[in-house]
């Protein structure tokens, strides 16, 4: 018999008896009862009798495609203009599928004006006395002949096209095997910070390819599988909400999206790229990627298995460092798929599975100084070690079925589960002015399994009369979570007299949870330029969780005794039963759009706990919520948005939860199952000015938060031995942290970018600053305390646009931080950072090309022992061979001058931290590379010849 297996029979008359408390006590209360849909079919019948009486007007539709082609051109602007003055009468742009309808048209003659970069324009003379369907339009690339043309002006670079930018690939220089993420980090407003990529102030958290989903959400994978030689263009703009896609309403929502549309002749064949090698102390890496395109149809493989901290593969060797974590030694095993095509007419489908096995290694030691609500200072330092294993699976598809022009059909499912192994341990110790409080050593092992599945489906009908549309929504999600662990820890407490305390314990954390949410919006037209939308939706979430705390009373491994620790054990149930009811206006001319919504919400949380007491909190919060967006361009290419948004967060299980966790002995925490949902207003601008003739771009972004009953923590230091619920003791210096609803929290961003090309060097520059303030509330023993940080920034970067044989990037960031507590002024810190780079490739002679990577990481101001002055040196050396240069062969060195270090800095409410991990050392490695290219007949291969000096 398993050790598993015995415990499970030797705590069953427990999990028995708590099961029957709860039902018990369910079957005692009254029925909770869910709204029925009556007054939802009520609104509905409401909704479809609306009718609106209006002048005559018609609309126009086609779609852009390339002429000759079957390939869609999304992101083209469409401009109808009066005869014979050419005023403007109205524009859009086409949407990922290339198609576009311009609507409340009045009769008349008009011309129709198509224009895409890279493309001529298209001029269409239109007559409209009814609905007109102007089927497919061709656009012709640009043509270039070179032998006749003396070309003395670059190319531009990119265009603003209302919130999207838009920039021609052409026009930044690459190396022939660079990534798509190195063309990308050379755009202007785009840089990596700590590990994220961000454009225009915003992290990017979508990638698409010629408008389809690519590696779901994992923007790094994405990025490193297509080469930059097959990208045409790149779009950037803000994608919103599939309901807001389907209903032509906007609700709000955005993801910050980066849409790479490949160039014609590289959507046929197979392309990619597999790299081995072998280093000291045994490094290792092997991994591919290979994409199989024919036109629609598009599989990618990526694999990679290696322990040298790479994350994801990368068809550049030059990113390979970009996204390696900075904390422990890490052995990746990575399987990933990504497929979309067209079935037929009417099915759009795209979706991605991976699979990674992760092995992490990491030793660690902090300094924690906490805000105290006496003179006294309290500072808390750990060493600790871990070794995680897990295993991780992740799958997402999109399914569009396009039944007829008026009714459309999206179905997205995403799914996940994640199995991991810990075996940790650390060693902690608390002190303030009179010596050491108290200290612990904990060895952890675990076992812990979650998974989460979510389905989303909409239906989308337009009625025949223009702007008017009904969208159902559904979506559903279920998640669970379960971790046996088992930890032995000794206590020692110095003040008043030392105490030692011995901890031998088995605990178990069972979650299940489910959510549904289902929804109805109808849109109308007012007017010639206005829109009203109705919306009703009806959610709810269940929480299921039941932690488990078991004494360890003798030390034998296959038959110990167990006793249940009922002051550390707890069962409860949480749902949340929301109501909400929306409506909105929306009023649209050439150059302008407003928007105004108010939404009311009628929620209910319901907290039940059945065991070791028995009782419910049953709450209900009844909230407004105001919207207003507008956006206005100032021409083709310069537009601003405004948007102050208000919304509300309800607590999760996890605060909720009124469980003690003394995973740390010295640091207990605990839920509050009386917490609130907080209420928070943002307000947020966007400027965008991107000029076509010089190149010069500039992208403005601010943000400000205000969130009133914020979840913050309430810290309770023991200033001498107090008993808490359930007979626990908190001994002198030791803590309790408890979620509590706090008003002030505020958080203010901004960030400037601005970007020049400078043809002297044959390089563009750009700069950047920005500065933040947050201002964190938190308890400290009842008494309020406020941690308020600021931070300004700037940076400059320089990247080469010379040719194919050279690249570098050069870049430096500096920012000062000013961090001041109102409770404890030794807490009041001012600290420095500044991070710069140097990456270089270049190849220097008949094929030998050399790459050159620097980073200087420089902080001051941390704690000691924290400040580091670090420059972490990589360079390789490699050949091209064989038939046009596809493989190489190379030799590098990772940490050249045995320098790296992680430092890191971090603020919350309850204290300021400081703490380093170990990291990657110095190693050498001998690696092979070779690139795929294959592009089927009927391709254009001028292209293709141009680049490998055919």
Not at 521 to 543: A, C, D, H, V
Not at 583 to 603: D, P, R, V
């Amino acid at each position: 018999m398993t050790r598993t297996s015995f415990l499970c029979g030797k705590v069953y008359r427990h999990l028995t008896t708590i099961s029957s408390i709860k039902e018990k006590y369910i079957l005692s209360k009254e029925p909770y009862y869910l709204p029925t849909m009556k007054h939802c079919l009520y609104l509905l019948f409401f909704l479809l009798s609306l009718t609106q009486v209006s002048g005559q007007t018609f609309s126009i539709k086609g779609r852009v495609k390339e002429a000759g082609k079957e390939i869609t051109i999304p992101m083209a602007t469409i401009l109808l203009q009066n005869l014979p003055d050419s005023s403007q009468v109205d524009g859009m742009i086409s949407d990922l599928d290339g198609e576009f309808e311009i609507t409340n048209i009045i009769s008349g003659e008009y011309l129709l004006k198509v224009q895409y970069l890279g493309y001529e324009n298209l001029y269409k003379s239109i007559n409209i006395t009814g609905d007109l369907d102007l089927g497919v339009l061709g656009l012709r690339e640009s043509a270039r002949d070179l032998d006749e043309v003396t070309i003395s002006a670059r190319r531009a670079q990119g265009e603003q096209r209302g919130d999207t930018t838009l920039y021609n690939a052409d026009a930044f220089k690459t190396m022939k095997d660079a990534s798509a993420q190195t063309l990308i980090q050379k755009l202007p407003g785009v840089i990596s910070q700590d590990g994220t990529l961000q454009a225009q102030g915003e992290a990017i958290t979508q990638i698409l390819v010629d408008g389809k989903p690519f590696f779901g959400g994992d923007v790094n994978t994405a990025l490193q599988n297509l080469p930059a030689e097959v990208i045409q263009s790149i779009e950037i703009f803000d994608q919103k909400s599939d309901k807001a896609l389907l209903s032509g309403f906007d609700d709000g929502e955005r993801m910050k999206t980066i849409n790479i549309i490949t160039k014609p002749d590289k959507r046929k064949g197979q392309f990619g790229k597999a790299t081995v090698g072998y280093g000291t102390d045994d490094r290792y890496l092997a991994g591919a990627s290979i994409n199989a395109f024919n036109e629609d149809r598009r599989i990618t493989f990526t694999g990679l298995s290696n322990n040298i901290n790479v994350l994801d593969y990368s068809s550049d060797a030059n990113t390979q460092s970009n996204n390696r974590p900075q904390n422990g030694i890490v052995a990746t095993n990575i399987l990933g798929i990504n497929y979309s095509d067209n079935w037929g007419e009417k099915i759009k489908i795209s979706g991605s599975y991976q699979y990674n096995h992760r092995k992490n290694t990491n030793q660690s030691s902090l300094i924690r100084e906490y805000v105290t609500g006496s003179d006294s200072d309290q500072i808390y330092t750990e060493d600790s070690r871990e070794t995680r294993t897990s295993q991780d699976h992740r799958f997402d598809m999109r399914l569009e079925y396009n039944i007829n022009e008026n009714n459309r059909i999206l179905y997205r499912p995403r799914v996940s589960a994640s199995f991991e192994t810990e075996n940790s341990g650390f060693f902690g110790q608390s002190t303030n002015d009179a010596g050491p409080l108290n200290q612990t050593e904990n060895i952890r092992t675990a076992d812990n399994k979650d998974y989460d599945m979510f389905h989303r489906l909409f239906y989308s009908h337009k009625f025949s009369k223009q702007g008017r549309s009904l969208t159902l929504s559904a979506n559903t999600g279920s998640h669970g979570d379960n971790d046996n662990a088992y930890r032995t820890a000794t206590n020692i407490y110095y003040q008043p007299i030392e105490v030692s305390e011995l901890i031998n314990q088995n605990i178990t954390k069972d979650r299940s949870g489910s959510d549904w949410e289902t929804g109805i919006s109808y849109t109308e037209p007012l007017g010639k330029n206005g829109q009203m939308e109705l919306e009703y939706e009806i959610g709810n979430r269940f929480n299921d969780s039941d932690q488990l705390t078991f004494d360890i009373l003798n030390d034998e491994i296959t038959n110990p005794d167990l006793a249940l620790d009922t002051a550390l054990s707890n069962s409860f149930e949480s749902k949340y039963l929301r109501h909400e009811v929306e409506l909105g206006y929306q009023y649209q001319l050439e150059k302008l759009k407003f928007q105004a919504e108010l939404e009311y919400q009628n929620a209910t949380l319901k907290n039940e706990q059945f065991f070791p007491a028995v009782g419910t909190i049953d709450r209900t919060f009844k909230s407004f919520m105001p919207t207003v967006r507008l956006d206005y361009e100032f021409s083709d290419n310069t537009n601003f948005e405004f948007d102050y948004d208000t919304d509300v967060d309800a607590p999760s299980v996890g605060e909720l939860q009124n469980a003690i966790d003394n995973s740390n002995p010295l640091q207990l925490k605990t839920g509050n199952p009386n917490l609130e949902q907080s209420y928070s207003n943002r307000l947020r601008l966007r400027f965008r000015s991107n000029n076509p003739e010089n190149d010069r771009s500039w992208f403005v972004f601010a943000q400000y938060n205000l969130i009133k009953d914020a979840v913050s923590n309430s810290t309770f230091t023991a200033e001498e031995a107090t008993e808490l619920p359930g007979g626990i003791i908190l001994e002198k210096g030791s803590q309790l942290f408890r979620p509590v609803n706090l008003d002030g929290y505020q958080d203010f961003r901004s960030w400037v970018s601005y970007g020049i090309p400078l043809d002297f060097l044959k390089s563009n520059f750009n700069l950047n600053g920005g500065f933040s303030s947050t201002k964190r509330p938190g308890q400290v023993n009842n008494q309020l305390s406020f941690n308020n940080s600021q931070r300004i920034s700037t940076g400059i970067s320089l990247t080469s646009n010379i040719s194919d044989q050279i690249d570098f990037n050069i870049s430096t960031r500096v920012s000062f931080n000013d961090v001041e507590n109102t409770l404890n002024a030794s807490l009041n810190n001012k600290y420095f950072n500044q991070r710069s780079r140097l990456n270089l490739s270049w190849i220097i002679w008949e094929g030998f090309i050399y790459r050159f990577d620097i980073n200087h990481q420089l902080n001051s101001g941390l704690s000691e022992g924290y400040d580091a002055n670090v420059v972490l040196m990589n360079m390789s050396l490699g050949k091209k061979v064989f038939k046009n240069q596809r493989g190489e062969i190379s030799l590098s060195v990772y940490d050249l001058l045995g320098q790296n270090r992680s430092v890191y800095r971090n603020i919350s409410d309850a204290y300021v931290e400081d703490g380093q991990n170990n990291v990657m050392q110095r190693y050498f490695m001998l690696s092979f590379s070779f690139d795929i290219r294959h592009f089927n007949k009927g391709t254009n291969m001028d292209d293709y010849k141009e680049i490998y000096n055919d």
